[in-house]
């Protein structure tokens, strides 16, 4: 074990300064000139980075999004005809304030997971860009010369043996400059998922808290002065469960069918208020209290299991700039896809 | 949680009790120095039930004192939520900067890879040797007299040029 710690870190060591040694000499036309040694040490191709930055941005739009969602419910609190207006309204602020740090960083990867991307993207296209080069280098000279034998044999030979050694330069150096950047700020991304899995989980506690509150508001507004619709619709039921046990502990059958035909009008009642206006109104309001706070905290709970599958995915990543191989990210885009899902379902219910 | 059979639904006084014994409760948790959240869960819970059985018999300023109360204690956890995600801030602006350098390096190494830098540089080049050539033919042209003041402008513009080929590959990482 301790032998094959010492020989990664070797690997790792012997990597960074031939990468250091490569990066010191592609300077201006130097680049070109070093095409023919570049390569001797064995090259390398860089992995496929694009699910990671899918999975990267889908988890930016997200988290600004529950962070907006979340930041407009206290805003809706601070507007309520209520006493606690100015507390909601500090609490707004304090949370947007909090949330933005979250927005940054995550910004932050989604540039540095752009990066990875432009870069393997240049290293596969290295070929054009020699080409062009070439071509402009042609254009020059023969500004200058027009005994420049641009269009000889010999010349578009060592031309076209330029660009391919470019083409398997470029790839090399996108691997390594892909490996250092994974292998530098794979702690930070380690951190990242940390801090977001903690924040995610103090988020889907607030939500269903807000969710509680919300729906004793509710049954509250049914019980006030100008509306106590539910609670007559209680004191049915309650006369219905009083004549309802009364009738069970009946022992008279007379006693019994005179308590249980009470009991069946108190259930009438009850009937006629479930089948009223104001109770379809309040079901109804209540169903979309609970698909409001239920979507976002399906999103928050998808955006957990993202983050995780995400961290993970990176580490793959650096793993991979060792052994050279892209790894799987099966997981990781199946729970992307389930993330903009829940997502897409969370703007639904806005 | 409520014990419902030890209420008398058809007893205002009851209801009362019931409300005051629950808004002790919360006022309990809530002023000791660090209140126990899932306690207050606990509290709004029972709130809500209260609020969702009342009947008639209950008094409307009950229900108004268990909805201000549910109130005050969502404020005080969504501001104890806050103080968490706040506890995160400086690392994860830690996380920030350094992904941000990362990032920043990762263009620069794009667009040495696509060779950019030599490109630009190229094509200064090349605009450099259209102004020489188009100085050699004018001054074969002009009166002698203002040979020196139009070589010293294309000079001027040449100069011009030749540092954009510079901070072009300057701007190249090296």
Same mark, same amino acid.
């Given at each position: 074990?301790?032998?094959?710690?010492?020989?990664?870190?070797?690997?790792?060591?012997?990597?960074?300064?031939? *990468?250091?040694?490569?990066?010191?000499?592609?300077? =201006? $036309?130097?680049?070109?000139?070093?095409?023919?040694?570049?390569?001797?040490?064995?090259?390398?191709?860089?992995?496929?980075?694009?699910?990671?930055?899918?999975?990267?941005?889908?988890?930016?739009?997200?988290?600004? +999004?529950?962070?907006? &969602?979340?930041?407009?419910?206290?805003?809706?609190?601070?507007?309520? &005809?209520?006493?606690?207006?100015?507390?909601?309204?500090?609490?707004?602020?304090?949370?947007?304030? %909090? $949330?933005?740090?979250?927005?940054?960083?995550?910004?932050?990867?989604?540039?540095?997971?752009?990066?990875?991307?432009?870069?393997?993207?240049? =290293?596969?296209?290295?070929?054009?860009?020699?080409?062009?080069?070439?071509?402009?280098?042609?254009?020059?000279?023969?500004?200058?010369?027009?005994?420049?034998?641009?269009? +000889?044999?010999?010349?578009?030979?060592?031309?076209?043996?330029?660009?391919? *050694?470019?083409?398997?330069?470029?790839?090399?150096?996108?691997?390594?400059?892909?490996?250092?950047?994974? &292998?530098?700020?794979?702690?930070? /991304?380690?951190?990242?998922?940390?801090?977001?899995?903690?924040?995610?989980?103090?988020?889907?506690?607030?939500?269903?808290?807000?969710?509680?509150?919300?729906l004793l508001a509710l049954a509250a507004e049914y019980q006030s002065n100008e509306r106590r619709d539910l609670a007559a619709m209680n004191s049915i039921a309650d006369a219905r469960a009083k004549a309802r046990d009364a009738a069970a502990l009946a022992s008279d059958p007379e006693e019994f069918e005179e308590l249980r035909v009470i009991a069946e009008? $108190?259930?009438?009642?009850?009937?006629? &208020?479930?089948?009223?206006?104001?109770?379809?109104?309040?079901?109804?309001?209540?169903?979309?209290?609970?698909?409001?706070?239920?979507?976002?905290?399906?999103?928050?709970?998808?955006? %957990?299991?993202?983050?995780?599958? $995400?961290?993970?995915?990176?580490? +793959?990543?650096?793993?991979? *700039?060792?052994?050279?191989?892209?790894?799987?990210? %099966? /997981?990781?885009?199946?729970?992307?896809?389930?993330?903009?899902?829940?997502?897409?379902?969370?703007? *639904?219910?806005? | 949680?409520?014990?419902? @059979?030890?209420?008398?639904?058809?007893?205002?006084?009851?209801?009362?009790?019931?409300?005051?014994?629950?808004?002790?409760?919360?006022?309990?948790?809530?002023?000791?120095?660090?209140?126990?959240?899932?306690?207050?869960?606990?509290?709004?819970?029972?709130?809500?039930?209260?609020?969702?059985?009342?009947?008639?018999?209950?008094?409307?300023?009950?229900?108004?004192?268990?909805?201000?109360?549910?109130?005050?204690? @969502?404020?005080?956890?969504?501001?104890?939520?806050? @103080?968490?995600?706040?506890?995160?801030?400086?690392?994860?602006?830690?996380?920030?900067?350094?992904?941000?350098?990362?990032?920043?390096?990762?263009?620069?190494?794009?667009?040495?890879?696509?060779?950019?830098?030599?490109?630009?540089?190229?094509?200064?080049?090349?605009?450099?040797?259209?102004?020489?050539?188009?100085?050699?033919?004018?001054?074969?042209?002009?009166?002698?007299?203002?040979?020196?003041?139009?070589?010293?402008?294309?000079?001027?513009?040449?100069?011009?040029?030749?540092?954009?080929?510079?901070?072009?590959?300057?701007?190249?990482?090296?």
């Amino acid at each position: 074990m301790r032998m094959n710690d010492q020989q990664v870190e070797t690997d790792r060591s012997m990597r960074r300064t031939q *990468s250091a040694l490569t990066r010191s000499r592609v300077s =201006g $036309w130097g680049l070109l000139i070093c095409l023919a040694g570049a390569c001797l040490a064995g090259c390398q191709t860089p992995p496929d980075v694009k699910p990671f930055a899918v999975a990267t941005d889908a988890l930016d739009v997200v988290v600004r +999004s529950v962070g907006r &969602e979340i930041g407009n419910e206290l805003k809706t609190r601070a507007t309520a &005809e209520d006493v606690e207006n100015d507390k909601w309204a500090e609490l707004e602020v304090d949370f947007r304030t %909090a $949330w933005s740090h979250r927005i940054a960083a995550l910004d932050a990867v989604s540039a540095y997971a752009a990066g990875l991307v432009q870069v393997v993207d240049a =290293g596969r296209s290295g070929e054009q860009s020699a080409r062009e080069v070439l071509d402009g280098a042609n254009t020059l000279v023969s500004s200058f010369s027009s005994a420049y034998p641009g269009g +000889s044999a010999a010349v578009e030979l060592l031309t076209d043996a330029l660009v391919k *050694s470019y083409g398997v330069f470029a790839q090399d150096y996108a691997a390594r400059s892909v490996a250092d950047a994974i &292998e530098h700020v794979n702690p930070a /991304v380690e951190d990242l998922a940390g801090i977001l899995a903690s924040d995610f989980a103090v988020l889907e506690q607030l939500i269903n808290d807000h969710r509680n509150d919300d729906l004793l508001a509710l049954a509250a507004e049914y019980q006030s002065n100008e509306r106590r619709d539910l609670a007559a619709m209680n004191s049915i039921a309650d006369a219905r469960a009083k004549a309802r046990d009364a009738a069970a502990l009946a022992s008279d059958p007379e006693e019994f069918e005179e308590l249980r035909v009470i009991a069946e009008g $108190w259930h009438k009642l009850y009937e006629q &208020e479930a089948a009223a206006e104001w109770y379809a109104e309040m079901t109804e309001r209540k169903a979309a209290i609970i698909r409001k706070h239920d979507s976002r905290r399906d999103a928050v709970r998808s955006a %957990a299991a993202t983050v995780q599958a $995400w961290g993970e995915a990176h580490e +793959s990543l650096a793993r991979a *700039s060792t052994t050279m191989q892209t790894p799987s990210f %099966a /997981v990781l885009a199946q729970l992307t896809t389930e993330l903009l899902e829940s997502y897409a379902e969370m703007r *639904s219910n806005d | 949680m409520i014990d419902w @059979t030890e209420i008398n639904k058809s007893s205002s006084a009851d209801w009362i009790a019931l409300a005051e014994r629950l808004l002790g409760r919360a006022q309990a948790i809530l002023t000791t120095p660090a209140p126990d959240a899932d306690a207050l869960r606990a509290v709004q819970k029972d709130l809500g039930e209260f609020v969702n059985k009342a009947n008639l018999s209950c008094p409307v300023s009950a229900i108004n004192a268990a909805r201000r109360v549910s109130d005050q204690i @969502t404020i005080f956890l969504t501001s104890l939520a806050i @103080t968490d995600l706040e506890r995160r801030n400086d690392k994860l602006d830690a996380v920030k900067a350094r992904m941000s350098s990362a990032a920043n390096e990762l263009r620069a190494d794009a667009a040495s890879i696509r060779l950019e830098p030599i490109q630009n540089a190229l094509a200064a080049a090349i605009k450099v040797s259209a102004e020489l050539k188009g100085l050699i033919t004018e001054v074969e042209g002009i009166p002698k007299a203002d040979i020196p003041a139009r070589i010293s402008a294309v000079a001027k513009q040449a100069n011009r040029l030749v540092k954009e080929i510079e901070s072009g590959l300057s701007g190249h990482r090296a």
